[in-house]
C-alpha cells in the first residue's frame, strides 16, 4: 500500500475550542486513484499538513481552524472558519450562516449542503456517487474504493415502472421498462427496451434503443420507437402536465403519432469534470425515417373541466392543435447540449438543427388538401440560467427560439404556447406555427429558508412570446406575473396574478394560478436524455 498522507493534529486544540483532530494517525488511498475527484484526494494526502476528524463535528461561529481538514465518516456543520481546504470522503458536510472556508472544497461520497451566505474561497466539488469508504487498518485510515458493476439486467423507473401520463389524445398511458448490459463483449452493448400501456386506445408503444461503446466517450446506436410525441415538454414537466389535465383539463401540449427508426451517435464530455463549475457538454447526432399520424381529442375524465373544443363532422373531436401533415419523411439531427454549474449559478445552452428530406406527406387537416412534398430545415437554441446574489436573492432566465430557415415545416414540427406555464393571460395553447420566440426571467427574494434548499419566496416574473408561419406575420404579446412560491431545491409550488395581452375580446388580461414549476429545460427537441 501507497502511503500518501500523515494527519497533523492541532495541539491545542482543546484549549482553543477547535474539534480535536485524531492524533498522529496515517491516511493512505488502497489503490491508485479511478477518477479525477480520486486524484484530487490523492494529491490533497500526499500534500499532507492538514487535520483529521473523525466524529461528528460542530466548529461554531467564531472558532477557527487554522489549517486543511480532511472528514473521515462523519458529520460537520461548520459556522466558523477554517483556514485551508477541507476535504469530506463518506461523510456529510453543512455550511451554514457565517461559514468561511478559504481554500477548496472537496466532498467524496456524501452529502453537501450549502449556503448561500457561507463563504468558500476556492472552489466547490461535489462527488455523491464517489464509491469511496473509509476503513481502519494499521493504526490509521485506508480509503478504498467500492465499485459495484453495473447489473447485467435491471428494470426501469421503479420496479420497472415509470410514472404514468394522463393528456387529452391518450388518457392514461402507463410506462415500463427493462435495460441489458453485456459487459464481457466489445464494446460493451446494451439494449434498452419498454412498451407504454394505453387502455383508452387500445394500443401498446413501444422503444428499443442497441448501443456499443465505439470509445470511452462516444456512443453508436440503433433505435425504433413508436410513441407520442410533442414540441412543448419545456413548458412543464411531463408528470404535471398529465396531473393538471386530469384535474382541470389544462394539458399544454400539442401531440402527434410519430414512428422512428435510425442510427444514432452520442459524444460526450469526461465525466466527471474535475471542477464542479467545469462545462459539461454532449454532441449527438441521428439519422433516420419517420411517419407521423395526426390524433383527435378524446373523452377522457376531467375533474373540474369541460368537454373537448369545437367538433366538426368529419372529426368528431377535432382540435387544430393536434393536426399535422401525415405520411413519412427522412430525417437527420444534430444536437449539441452545455452545462455549466456552480454553487451559485447554473447556465444550460441547446442548440439543435433537423433536416427533413420530401417522402411521402400528405396535408390531411380535415381529410382535404392536395399532396405536398417537403423539404426543410429547422434551427432550435435554447437558454436557461439561475443566478444567486450574495444578497441571497435568485434571478432565473429562460429562452427559445425555433426557425424554418429553409424549404416548409410540416405541421407535426410546429410549436404551441398559451397559458399557464408560458403566457397565463392568452388562451391555452392558443398560438402555433412554424416559428417560435418566449423568453421570461423571474427574481425571487426568500421570505423563508434560503435560496439554495427551500423556503417560502416572493416573486417576479415577465415573459414574452410569438409565433409565425412562413407566409404570416410575427407578434409578441408579454405578461407580468408575482405571488408566493413554496421552494424546495428546483421544485416550485407558485400562487400568483398575472397580468398581460390577451387574445379575448372585452378579457382584461388579469387572472389569478396555481402553477407548479421545475428548472426549465435547454435540450433540444427529441434529443434523447443522456445515458
Do not use: C
Request: proline share 6%; hydrophobic share 40%.
Amino acid at each position: 500500500m501507497k502511503r500518501l498522507g500523515l494527519a497533523v493534529a492541532f495541539a491545542s486544540a482543546s484549549a482553543a475550542g477547535v474539534p480535536a483532530a485524531a492524533d498522529g494517525q496515517e491516511v493512505w488511498l488502497a489503490e491508485e486513484p479511478r477518477s479525477e475527484g480520486q486524484a484530487m484526494l490523492e494529491a490533497f494526502l500526499e500534500a499532507g499538513g492538514f487535520a483529521v476528524w473523525t466524529t461528528d463535528t460542530v466548529l461554531v461561529r467564531g472558532d477557527t481552524a487554522p489549517g486543511a481538514v480532511l472528514l473521515l465518516e462523519g458529520t460537520a456543520r461548520i459556522a466558523g472558519r477554517i483556514e485551508g481546504d477541507l476535504y469530506v470522503v463518506d461523510g456529510d458536510l453543512f455550511l451554514r450562516s457565517g461559514a468561511s472556508i478559504t481554500g477548496d472544497v472537496v466532498v467524496l461520497g456524501g452529502g453537501f449542503y450549502d449556503s448561500d451566505v457561507a463563504e468558500v474561497g476556492g472552489t466547490v466539488t461535489y462527488r455523491p456517487n464517489e464509491p469511496l469508504r473509509v476503513r481502519p487498518s494499521r493504526g490509521g485510515f485506508e480509503i478504498i474504493s467500492e465499485v459495484d458493476p453495473e447489473p447485467a439486467f435491471e428494470l426501469d423507473g421503479t420496479y420497472g415502472f415509470h410514472l404514468p401520463t394522463y393528456d387529452r389524445v391518450n388518457g392514461l398511458s402507463i410506462p415500463v421498462g427493462v435495460l441489458g448490459r453485456v459487459w464481457d463483449a466489445p464494446g460493451r452493448p446494451e439494449l434498452a427496451a419498454g412498451m407504454t400501456w394505453i387502455p383508452a386506445r387500445e394500443d401498446v408503444d413501444y422503444r428499443f434503443r442497441n448501443s456499443w461503446r465505439v470509445a470511452q466517450r462516444v456512443r453508436l446506436g440503433l433505435f425504433a420507437t413508436s410513441a407520442v410525441v410533442n414540441n412543448e415538454d419545456w413548458i412543464r414537466p411531463t408528470w404535471y402536465n398529465g396531473l393538471a389535465h386530469f384535474v382541470a383539463g389544462d394539458d399544454v401540449r400539442g401531440h402527434y403519432d410519430s414512428r422512428e427508426f435510425g442510427l444514432e451517435l452520442e459524444w460526450t464530455s469526461p465525466e466527471p469534470p474535475v471542477w464542479e463549475d467545469a462545462p459539461r457538454w454532449r454532441v449527438v447526432a441521428a439519422a433516420g425515417r419517420e411517419e407521423a399520424e395526426g390524433l383527435g381529442v378524446r373523452k377522457v375524465t376531467i375533474l373540474f373541466g369541460g368537454e373537448p373544443p369545437g367538433t366538426l363532422a368529419s372529426l368528431p373531436h377535432y382540435d387544430p392543435h393536434l393536426q399535422v401533415d401525415e405520411g413519412s419523411l427522412w430525417f437527420g439531427r444534430l444536437g449539441f447540449e452545455w452545462v455549466s454549474q456552480g454553487r451559485d449559478r447554473h447556465t444550460t445552452i441547446g442548440l439543435g438543427v433537423e433536416a427533413g428530406l420530401e417522402d411521402e406527406l400528405s396535408h390531411a387537416s380535415i381529410g382535404l388538401g392536395p399532396i405536398t412534398k417537403y423539404d426543410f430545415l429547422l434551427l432550435e437554441a435554447r437558454v436557461s440560467a439561475r443566478r444567486v446574489t450574495p444578497r441571497g436573492h435568485a434571478v432565473d432566465a429562460f429562452a427559445i427560439g425555433r426557425a424554418d430557415v429553409a424549404g416548409r415545416l410540416p405541421r407535426q414540427r410546429y410549436s404551441t404556447i398559451g397559458g399557464i406555464g408560458t403566457l397565463p393571460t392568452m388562451p391555452l395553447r392558443g398560438l402555433r406555427g412554424a416559428r417560435l420566440l418566449y423568453a421570461e426571467t423571474a427574481y425571487a427574494i426568500p421570505l423563508l429558508g434560503d435560496a439554495m434548499l427551500g423556503g417560502l419566496d416572493l416573486f417576479a416574473r415577465g415573459s414574452a412570446g410569438g409565433v409565425g408561419t412562413e407566409s404570416g406575420g410575427f407578434d409578441l404579446y408579454g405578461s407580468i406575473q408575482g405571488g408566493l412560491a413554496l421552494r424546495l431545491w428546483d421544485f416550485r409550488l407558485e400562487f400568483g396574478a398575472a397580468a398581460g395581452s390577451t387574445a379575448e375580446p372585452g378579457d382584461p388580461g388579469l387572472i389569478a394560478f396555481i402553477d407548479v414549476r421545475t428548472r426549465r429545460s435547454a435540450r433540444p427537441t427529441r434529443m434523447p436524455p443522456p445515458r
